[in-house]
């Protein structure tokens, strides 16, 4: 059953009642991808928390708070939550005690969300204080904002509650700065040690002393500012060249920096 797509294992529960047990198997149904389905029923909802994903996407979906806040307490094995172009009221179901330790979530695009609305995500769940004074999403290794409006704000919420994240997406976020830059990658920054991956393609802010401050990031293997204007290819090229006394980085695809060993 494990070489069967999705599509087939409904199919052949169909069957009878033993291959339907048998293709519930959790292990079969470790990604979920329910994204751009116009409604979501209560028998998908139901379905989805008899299979127990490890991965689960709902991106443009008009999923509710109340039907995530069902899901979120019902799936503590879930790791990696993709929410791009949900709106803010659904996304806030995040913000309590019963959220999993996710390790992915994905908000690009999503409608609604500023500064504030991130650190209702990221601070510590106020529905049962004394608990535990820790962020809920303190495991995050992949974090995806993209098209959102924030600002500094944000990232010093991110290098406070994320220790481990390795891969932070800040395409089309049009407030962020070079100081944003170098907020990342300050002396005692989490992410100056942390991040692999930055991506800040469309920020057209940013300058060429953006990639100055890059330069501190300890381990990264891709940066993408494809589409920042005010950064020249020049200034990409010598971050390479500096970069490249280690390792060997190229340029592709306009200004897409990436290391190939």
Not at 39 to 59: M, T, W, Y
Not at 166 to 177: A, G, W
Request: charged share 25%.
């Amino acid at each position: 059953f494990r070489y069967l797509s999705r599509r087939e294992l409904c199919e052949c529960m169909r069957v009878c009642k033993t291959w339907y047990k048998w293709c519930c198997d959790k292990r079969l149904w470790t990604k979920i991808d329910l994204s751009r389905c116009k409604a979501i029923v209560p028998q998908a909802l139901s379905g989805i928390i008899k299979r127990q994903p490890v991965s689960l996407d709902l991106s443009w979906t008009n999923i509710s708070k109340k039907q995530l806040t069902w899901l979120v307490n019902r799936l503590p094995g879930l790791k990696d939550l993709l929410l791009a172009g949900c709106s803010w009221s659904a996304v806030s179901a995040l913000s309590t005690s019963s959220c999993p330790l996710l390790r992915t979530l994905d908000l690009r695009w999503a409608v609604g969300i500023k500064d504030p609305q991130i650190r209702d995500l990221l601070t510590p769940p106020a529905d049962k204080p004394g608990q535990d004074n820790r962020s809920k999403l303190r495991n995050m290794t992949d974090f995806r904002l993209a098209g959102l409006d924030i600002t500094d704000a944000t990232l010093r919420l991110i290098i406070r509650h994320m220790p481990l994240l390795s891969r932070l997406d800040l395409s089309h976020c049009s407030h962020l700065t070079d100081q944003s830059s170098n907020l990342l990658t300050a002396v005692g920054s989490s992410t100056r040690y942390s991040l692999t991956e930055l991506n800040m393609a469309g920020c057209n802010k940013l300058t060429d002393q953006t990639l100055i401050y890059l330069r501190r990031i300890a381990n990264v293997t891709l940066i993408d500012l494809r589409g920042c204007k005010q950064i020249t290819r020049k200034a990409c090229e010598h971050f390479i060249s500096d970069l490249s006394i280690n390792s060997l980085y190229c340029l592709s695809d306009e200004k897409l920096i990436q290391k190939i060993s």
